[in-house]
């Protein structure tokens, strides 16, 4: 994939391939994600989101294939500059017992600090911004375990924020939001990569996806079965072949984004009147 933009890509793909114990996850994915683009990766549960992501972080290593951080190979990269560039946000907020939430975002500046060294005002000022930003500010000397799973999830976002990446990673980073937290968390994610960043985000709702990417990964199987803007890649036809699913792809009249409609099974049939094939025309993908 080959987003627009004159810039070189901060990160990218050549031919990655994942296997473990005799299964592929991943089949010769090639993704390039230049600066101030918010690619989403979508597709079925199974996919290889969260194993593409993953990868590209550093945490598993490619069967075959590479992956490259401003052109030179991640496995080359060492591992402090790696965790200064690349930030990971997994979909399942990590265990961390007995530490309050300012202490876990403060986290998040280890691979700015040198050896021995402890965290000064200027990292608090940094870890308290990123609550700010991400709207846990109240929950600052509480630990996870009194905070629901929507609110832990925005800890670890805080984090990674507060790391000051180039390249921010998240696996489905709205799984466990209610809706006003989905709409402030992706446009966070958007403006933040719109300042020179990268941000590449597993996404499940397929309508919040349109709305806020810049361009969308349809992954099915390990493999990547089409890429683009949103209008390209969330067609009637696409998303029947990577869910199964029959869907009513329009404009939506409020926001101008491409929205989706889902009928049903696409072995189901379609009610009365409905032509599964149904899509409206229109210009750009919408903003958030």
């Known amino acids: ?47 290889g989101k969260s194993t593409l992501l993953r990868a590209l972080a550093g945490v598993i290593q490619p069967t075959a294939g590479d992956v490259r951080l401003n052109g030179a190979s991640l496995g080359g990269v060492q591992s402090r500059e790696r965790a200064r560039s690349i930030a990971l946000v997994p979909q399942i907020a990590p265990f961390t017992p007995g530490f309050t939430c300012l ?102 709702d397929l309508n919040m996806a349109a709305r806020h990417c810049d361009f969308l990964v349809l992954l099915s199987e390990g493999r990547v079965i089409a890429e683009g803007a949103p209008e390209e890649v969330l067609t009637a036809e696409n998303v029947r072949l990577a869910y199964g699913v029959q869907a009513a792809v329009y404009r939506d009249p409020n926001t101008g984004a491409l929205a989706l409609s889902l009928i049903g099974p696409a072995d189901g049939g379609a009610p009365a009147g409905v032509d599964p094939n149904l899509q409206f025309s229109g210009s750009g993908a919408g903003g958030g």
Do not use: C
Not at 21 to 33: D, P, Q, T
Not at 121 to 133: F, Y
């Open 1 to 47: 994939m080959t987003l627009s933009g004159g810039d070189a890509p901060l990160l990218s793909t050549e031919n990655l391939t994942y296997g473990i114990r005799g299964k592929r996850l991943l089949r010769g994915v090639n993704v390039s994600a230049r600066p101030a683009e918010l690619v989403g990766v979508i597709g079925p549960n199974g996919a």
């Open 103 to 204: 202490e876990i975002v403060l986290m998040g500046r280890y691979p700015r600090l040198g050896r021995f060294q402890i965290e000064g005002a200027s990292d608090t000022r940094i870890a308290r911004e990123a609550m700010r930003l991400t709207g846990i500010e109240e929950f600052a000397d509480r630990t996870l375990d009194t905070l629901s799973g929507g609110e832990r999830q925005r800890v670890f976002i805080a984090r990674a924020l507060a790391q000051q990446p180039t390249v921010l990673l998240l696996d489905e980073p709205t799984s466990n939001l209610d809706i006003l937290h989905q709409l402030q968390v992706l446009r966070l994610i958007r403006d933040w990569s719109a300042r020179g960043n990268t941000a590449i985000a597993a996404v499940h």
